[in-house]
């Protein structure tokens, strides 16, 4: 049935691990290309967009070793083959393989990524930024082939901020002959861990997490064991979940730090959050107030990736709430899913108008993507009575088990298969 079928109405108690990012953990996958020999890569997500990475790498003729939550992956036999268009096709995050095999092997021809249907995600910045380094690329209908006889350092200014354009451009320069210059750089954690990642290979990078980035071309990286970061979009969706719910849960590794505006706009709906050594504990005790204007943004703005979330639950808050989608325009595909829950949402283009109400009904919805999927499973958490999320598999593409983790918290959910 490739289902979630949720029991709602219960308050929430109870703690739960924040699982390893998915948004780091991919550019770093693809920058273990980079080096030449074995890296290991520790608390690495269960999800099926690693499985889609670990494929391509796979095709590429890289060795992976996995136990647990540790991949081992040595790349001394890569060569550029046919990567399976399947993976590529699913996953925006393959065009990140572009930079690190270019800088490898000089030579790719690949589809055009895939990925969330959540806009019309070009990737045009990308193939820009490479052109400046020395790559040649020949665009057909449904792909492109890209070559180079060496990639050289460049200064690109960006035209707009994008996290996966910084992600390959500095993926292409670590190894390019002379110095790169990334102004108007995207400085979400993911870059920083990164750019961590590459430094302990012995990459020379400055200005990771500031607006502009300068890297030192370098001849060679070099081994590498590295542990990925918590997942802050993953601790985001378990803190809406109690703002959906109400009660006291404790998100163990939840990255405060990076999480300011979401525990901002969550402490405005009155939930009561507080930093402890080794996590975020939420407690939700009274109705959730409404966010007269909730606004995404880049970074350290409020995540576009949790703007689904946060509307669930103030789908349930007490006035009006007004939130505007600034980076992605496909991003209120769950509203006409809350409708049949019983929500009041008015949707303009790029603005969504909700009116609280006080409970949702339980209802069969659809996912349509990864984030607003999760969405529906906190809107069934909350709702009365028995509600099923079908297409679970979207969000398998970033939450290692979201009905386990719940559960943890005391909502009755299981899978359906
Ligand atoms: C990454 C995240 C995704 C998050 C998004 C914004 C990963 C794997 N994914 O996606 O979860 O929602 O950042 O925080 O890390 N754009 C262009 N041309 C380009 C590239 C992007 O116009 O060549 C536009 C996009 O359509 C979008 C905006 O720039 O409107 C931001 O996109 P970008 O930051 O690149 O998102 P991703 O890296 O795809």
Redesign the pocket.
């Known amino acids: 049935m490739d289902a979630i079928q949720i029991y709602g109405g219960n308050c929430l108690k109870g703690e739960v691990k924040i699982q390893g990012s998915?948004?780091a953990v991919?550019p770093v996958l693809a920058a273990a290309l980079l080096i030449n020999g074995t890296c290991e890569i520790e608390n690495c997500p269960i999800i099926s967009d690693v499985h889609h990475m670990l494929r391509l790498l796979e095709s590429l003729c890289c060795v992976i070793t996995k136990k647990n939550h540790t991949l081992k992956i040595n790349t001394q036999n890569l060569s550029c083959c046919d990567m399976p268009s399947d993976s590529v096709g699913v996953m925006?995050?393959s065009i990140m393989l572009l930079g690190a095999l270019l800088a490898r092997v000089g030579s790719v021809s690949m589809q055009y990524p895939g990925?969330c249907v959540i806009?019309?995600?070009?990737?045009?910045?990308?193939l820009q930024a490479l052109r400046k380094m020395g790559v040649v690329i020949e665009e057909r209908d449904d792909g492109f082939l890209a070559q180079t006889n060496g990639l050289v350092g460049a200064i690109h200014k960006l035209p707009?901020?994008?996290?996966?354009?910084t992600e390959n451009i500095i993926l292409a320069a670590v190894l390019a002959k002379g110095d790169t210059i990334i102004e108007n750089a995207?400085k979400?954690p993911?870059i920083c861990a990164l750019c961590d990642f590459l430094s302990m290979a012995g990459a020379e990078i400055e200005g990771a997490g500031t607006d502009r980035i300068l890297i030192h071309g370098v001849e060679k990286l070099h081994e590498v064991s590295y542990k990925v970061p918590a997942d802050r979009i993953v601790a985001g969706t378990y803190l809406c979940a109690c703002l959906c719910c109400g009660g006291e849960i404790f998100l163990n590794e939840a990255p405060y730090e990076q999480m300011e505006a979401v525990i901002d706009a969550a402490s405005h709906m009155g939930a009561d959050i507080e930093k402890s050594t080794d996590g975020i504990k939420v407690a939700c005790l009274e109705r959730r107030k409404a966010l007269p204007e909730l606004c995404t943004e880049?970074y350290p703005g409020f995540?576009?990736?949790l703007q689904s979330a946060f509307l669930t639950a103030l789908t349930l808050a007490e006035g009006k709430s007004v939130i505007k989608e600034e980076?992605?325009e496909n991003r209120f595909r769950i509203v006409p899913e809350l409708r049949k829950m019983g929500a009041i949402i008015s949707c303009d283009g790029h603005t969504a108008v909700v009116e609280g109400q006080k409970k949702l009904n339980g209802a069969i919805l659809d996912a349509n993507e990864l984030r607003g999927g999760a969405a529906l499973v906190l809107a069934g958490s909350a709702a009365d009575g028995k509600t099923i999320v079908y297409n679970r598999h979207f969000i398998e593409r970033g939450y290692e088990d979201i009905c386990s983790d719940l559960r943890k918290l005391g909502v009755r959910c299981e899978v359906v298969d």
Do not use: M, Q
């Open positions: 998915k948004n991919l925006r995050s990925g806009g019309e995600r070009p990737i045009d910045l990308h707009r901020v994008s996290v996966g354009a995207a979400e993911e880049i995540p576009t990736d980076i992605f």
